[in-house]
């Protein structure tokens, strides 16, 4: 079987990146009651998970 390294590796971080969001309760449960507003708390548990 051929093997893409970047494939995976790229594949690799977005996997480890949803397991980083689920960490966040309030993500995990979807307790937002509006698209918007649960939009709004992925993009700044993204940038937590970025800034650390």
Known sequence: RP???AMFKARHLI???FCK???FK???MRSDKTD???AAMI???AAIINSR
């Open 21 to 23: 969001l689920k960490e």
């Open 3 to 5: 093997f893409d390294g």
């Open 36 to 38: 918007r507003s649960f």
């Open 26 to 28: 309030r993500i995990a």
């Open 43 to 45: 993009y700044l548990t």
């Open 15 to 17: 996997e480890n990146f």
